[in-house]
């Protein structure tokens, strides 16, 4: 919600000094890389607010995250307080002027004069010095005025309002309806609850002990292994830097019981970086079987990306989840494994992460368009080869953290016509996520949980 600007001072102050706060530069070197690499805040903010006390370490947090939740909004202010487009902007400005302008707008908590003096030093600071003046201006333009924007239809005033990419918004409202859509919107913006699951190093006392800090705990409505946490504090992050913890999504955890592995099965996780299903998986077998107990015969996972498998190797070490082979390979092309290895096999794609927006904003300005087909092409091609694999009668399960039909449904269908062997059958979930059509989807408005997909075939 943007605030009100009868809730902003009045600055009176010139400006004071050079100075910029550590959260302030933190948030602004975040941003950059994140416009001129394709980074992403979720893998940038744990490095950066590692550096920074608790305190910055929240706002740097907040300024980032803010700004890219409603980066098109407080462009669309920033072009109606200039009469100059955005793209038009050096990009340190334009950065300076969106942190700035988010504060004003949405934190009632920072003085204006603050907000004001530090964006207009962080164009100073990275020797843009020209354009001070105008920074000031802008932003002191933005604490006098209501700042009304105009918008040719409801269905711009939507995406301008929850800063998605009109393309993207009509595209939703084409697969799901205009309100579904507007919901879809409003909720990626959302915060996401703090998530968490046990690990192989948890023991019985690891939530109480959290619990004990002053931590809020509660189990999960919609999936067994999760914990939601309220707050955050020195032992939770501990906890998760030794493993003793890991955090995710409800709906990612949701597919791990959807694979569901039986004593003695063995299992290929196709696509498994950075791990997190596939600990998940090794977990749940010991915690089925008991400890002690050897789990699955055989547990393989494998990534293409050589520095992903290595992140895959750090979290099953982090995890101590010790029984899982990694291998890499190209799964678009051919596993190393000879055929019918498996009883179950994972394919969790690589996809465009629409289902995940509340977690990484940015992620609906990279996408465009054509980006969907490419990706769905992608998918069947890594489907077809994992199906090799899988023994007859064996399950074969495809996920995605994407909303879009077509690497969803779409990429099922095409593959059952391909491969008559494959029958599908009903994910064993909760009827809750189960669609007409036999898959299982969660949907951020509904669920308050990432938007993720499920299939399962059974092969004869
Ligand atoms: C959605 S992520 C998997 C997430 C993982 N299953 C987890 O739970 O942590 C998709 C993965 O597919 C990998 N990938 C992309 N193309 C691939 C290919 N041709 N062969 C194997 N893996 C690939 C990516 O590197 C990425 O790690």
């Known amino acids: 919600m943007v605030k009100s600007n009868s809730s902003i001072q009045n600055p009176k102050s010139k400006i004071q000094n050079r100075k910029v706060s550590p ?116 932003l002191r333009r933005a604490t006098r005025e209501k700042i009304e924007l105009e918008f040719a239809d409801e269905t711009e005033k939507i995406a301008v309002e929850t800063s998605h990419p009109r393309w993207l918004f009509e595209k939703w409202i084409r697969e799901f309806g205009f309100e579904a859509a507007k919901k879809l919107a409003f909720a990626d913006n959302e915060t996401p609850n703090l998530v968490f699951r046990l690990t192989a190093k948890s023991d019985a006392k690891t939530v ?51 694979v569901e592995l039986k004593p003695g099965e063995s299992f290929l996780d196709v696509c498994a970086a950075p791990g997190s299903k596939v600990t998940q998986i090794q977990d749940s077998g010991f915690r089925i079987q008991g400890s002690g107990i050897k789990v699955q015969d055989l547990l393989v996972a494998g990534d293409y990306f050589e520095h992903r498998i290595r992140i895959l190797q750090a979290n099953c070490r982090k995890q101590a989840a010790d029984y899982i082979n990694i291998v890499r390979y190209d799964a678009e092309n051919a596993l190393p494994f000879a055929d019918e290895s498996f009883d179950v096999v994972l394919v969790d794609a ?36 994992a199906s090799k694999v899988l023994k007859k009668t064996g399950r074969l399960v495809y996920s995605t953290c994407s909303l879009e039909n077509e690497e ?11 491969n008559r062997e494959f029958t599908k059958v009903l994910p064993k979930l909760s009827n809750l996520f189960l669609t007409d059509k036999d898959f299982a989807r969660t949907f951020p408005p509904r669920d308050k949980t990432d938007g993720f997909f499920i299939a399962e075939m059974i092969k004869r």
């Open 23 to 138: 959260a302030r530069l933190a948030a602004f070197e975040i941003l950059q890389k994140i416009e001129m690499d394709k980074a992403f805040s979720s893998a940038l903010l744990p490095i950066y607010e590692e550096k920074l006390q608790p305190k910055d370490r929240a706002l740097c947090h907040n300024l980032t995250l803010g700004v890219l939740r409603n980066q098109i909004y407080l462009d669309r202010t920033i072009e109606k307080l200039t009469a100059k487009k955005t793209n038009k902007f050096d990009l340190a400005v334009l950065l300076a002027l969106r942190i700035g302008l988010y504060q004003l707008l949405f934190l009632d908590k920072i003085p204006a004069h603050a907000a004001i003096n530090e964006s207009v030093n962080l164009v100073q600071k990275t020797k843009k010095t020209s354009a001070k003046n105008l920074v000031n201006a802008v």
């Open 208 to 258: 109480e002990t959290l619990a004990k800090i002053g931590l809020e705990i509660n189990e999960s409505e919609i999936v067994a292994s999760a914990w939601k946490v309220f707050g955050s504090n020195e032992i939770l992050r501990l906890y998760a830097d030794e493993g003793k913890i890991y955090f995710q999504d409800e709906a990612s955890q949701l597919v791990a019981q959807a």
């Open 350 to 385: 690589p996809c465009s992460g629409t289902g995940t927006i509340r977690h990484n904003p940015e992620i609906r300005y990279f996408l465009s368009e054509k980006d969907f087909a490419e990706l769905s092409a992608k998918q069947l091609k890594i489907l077809q080869t």
């Open 408 to 418: 969803n449904e779409a990429v099922i269908e095409e593959f059952l016509e391909e």
